[in-house]
């Protein structure tokens, strides 16, 4: 395959989405746009991933530390103008150059392979990546001549009615050939409704200049969506997470309601998984095979082995990674914690920075006290301990293995191996108390 460099335009201020958090940074599946974006480009075989930044771009710059080359594009005075900030970036270039806008995460590596592949099996000076769809608004529309040939972008709001009407529309993907775009690119003006520097309006000059432009359309035009505001980033959540659950089912895992279940993108789950209703699985989260999840469970950046059963009404938070065959039941929290393999946390409980061995089994109500209100500490649990119900376990504090801890008991010193822990109060009966208080009471009345 022809070598090419990616360009990504980034800069933008993205006000459509009112937010003080800049467009690209926004997640889809729990991964900013940017990244689905430079990720894509990456894996379609870009030798060298340059992005344009400029609005909130401190913030773009820092997020991806050395995994792109970043220019600025100070003042954005459009897509062209950024196109043209990035241009020593390509000086002493004249290969293919592949242009993505940041706002387009959905866009797969094999589309932006074909497009290449398309360009320079064509010998084309560029070829724009278009789709169909059945609402245009706010793309610019590709206009073609008689012939069925690309003769211009038009912005939808420099467009007339009958241009409106077009539905082929520009995904803002193209593939140029470098030296020819940065020759045309200068001859771009603001002479428009937005007085911006289009980008869009190279493929017009170029066509002027009798050079070789094609348009290519998408065959899946979900793949094209532009993010411009948070009803479309709702859109692409739903697109992006329907790829992802087709994925995980196409992989073994069962997932008993697919409308309910919302499994983030970087997220792996091994086969014969089941997963219940209403269950949120994210981040860097790997889940092993022949578990059972949910229903109504929240996994977040944890580690879950096999034959685990999670669920229902659990949360593990970040930093927990759980052994084989352990389960976590009904209104439990783990957080940044270890469980060996084969551990039962069954009901109601919280275990926060807990090491805890194989075969432990932790009684209802059971609660790792880990923070005393300025550092938090660490709960050491070994292998075959039995921690009563209800009971609390103070840290720092070790239970030794195969210790018993009696139910109820607030555990403040460390317990050896083998021992049983008693820390509550004694039970003292005192018999005949309920008569005595009714004679006195009756006494007083009488009186
Ligand atoms: C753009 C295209 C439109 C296309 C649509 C597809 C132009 C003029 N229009 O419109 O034809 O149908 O995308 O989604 O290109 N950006 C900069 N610097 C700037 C301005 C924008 O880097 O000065 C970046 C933005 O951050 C964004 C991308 O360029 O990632 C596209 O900009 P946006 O304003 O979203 O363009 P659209 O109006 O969507
Ligand atoms: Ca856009």
Redesign the pocket.
Known sequence: MASFVGL???????KRMKSALP??LHPVAGIPMIDHVVGSLVRSGASRVVV????GGELIEEHLAGRAEIVW?R????????VLAAGPAFDGYDGNILIV????PLLTSESLQQLVEEQSGSASDATILSMCVDDPT????VVRDSKGNVAA?V??CDATEEIRAIRE????VFCFDSRTLFNALPRISTDNK?G??????VIAIMISQGLSVRAVALKDASE???I?SRVELSKAEQIMGDRKRREVMESGVTLIDPATTFIDASVEIGSDTVIMPFTIIAGNSKIGGSCNIGPYVYIRDSEVGSGCNIGPFSYLRPGTSLADRVKVGDFVEVKKSTVGEGSKIPHLSYIGDTVMGSHVNIGAGTITCNYDGETKHTTIIEDGAFVGANSNLVAPVKVGSDAYIATGSTVTSHVPAGALAIARARQENKDGWVAKRRAARLSKEEK
Do not use: F, M, S
């Open positions: 990504v335009l980034a800069a933008g201020h993205g467009k690209p344009v930044v400029g609005h594009q003042e954005q005075l459009g897509t062209g103008h950024a806008p940041a706002d387009v706010d793309y610019g529309r972008i912005e939808h529309v520009n995904t803002g937005q911006e520097y289009y980008l869009t309006d094209g969506l532009g411009n």
